[in-house]
Each structure stands twice: as C-alpha cells, then as structure tokens.
C-alpha cells in the first residue's frame, strides 16, 4: 500500500522558516511529477510548488521567492523549504504526487495526510 508521509510542520514567528517533508512508502515503479498544496481555513486548496523528474520547478506567485520546492528521486522524497514566513502562509500543507505503482499502470494522484503550518505575526 503506497502512502505520503508528510513532517516539517509546526509554529513559526513571521520572518521565519520551516522545511516540510514528504516521503513515499510502498512498492512503486516512479514518480512523475511531486508538488505541495496548502489549504487555509475558509479557503479552497491551492498549489504552493510543484517539481518535475528532472527538475523543473513552478511556484505560487504568492510564494515566488520565498519558498523552494525540491526531490530525491533516490529517496522518493520531495521536500518544501518555506523561507520568510508570513501569517498568511498559515494554513494546512498536502503533499501530491503523480505515482506510477508497475512498469503497466496507469499513473494516479497520491495525497499525504496533510501537515499544519501556523504562522504569528
């Protein structure tokens, strides 16, 4: 059974920082493309970063240059650095990614549990 385990979250006074984690456990063949998404109270889930296999990255404009999306494929791991924290970063972050489970399937939409960012002002 393939799971996305996600770790970083946490509280954070506003100007700082926090690294999000996602791994995936499971049997799986690859991994297309990892992205986060974030969910604020009140408000519809939004993509934050996303990343390709070999590397391309796209970003919120909200969080264009404060936050880095990166991946080790070797690690099945994409990971989120959040620099420059503000309040209304705050919000619950999911973890996505595209995963194909054999050389023959079709590749679907993975989700982690989800991780809690707060940010004070």
């Known amino acids: 059974q393939v799971q996305l385990v996600e770790s970083g979250g946490g509280l954070v006074q506003a100007g700082g920082s926090l690294r999000l984690s996602c791994v995936v456990s499971?049997?799986?063949?690859?991994?297309?493309?990892m992205g986060w998404y974030r969910q604020a109270p009140g408000k519809q889930r939004e993509l934050v970063a996303r990343i390709t296999p070999g590397g391309h990255t796209d970003y919120a404009d909200s969080v264009k240059g404060r936050f880095t999306i990166s991946r080790d494929n070797a690690k099945n791991t994409v990971y989120l650095q959040m620099n420059s924290l503000k309040p209304e970063d705050t919000a619950v972050y999911y973890c996505?990614?595209?995963?194909?489970?054999?050389?023959?399937?079709?590749?679907?939409?993975?989700w982690g549990q989800g991780t809690q960012v707060t940010v004070s002002s």
């Open positions: 996505n990614d595209n995963i194909v489970l054999t050389r023959i399937s079709t590749p679907l939409d993975y």
């Open positions: 499971g049997s799986i063949f690859s991994i297309n493309a």
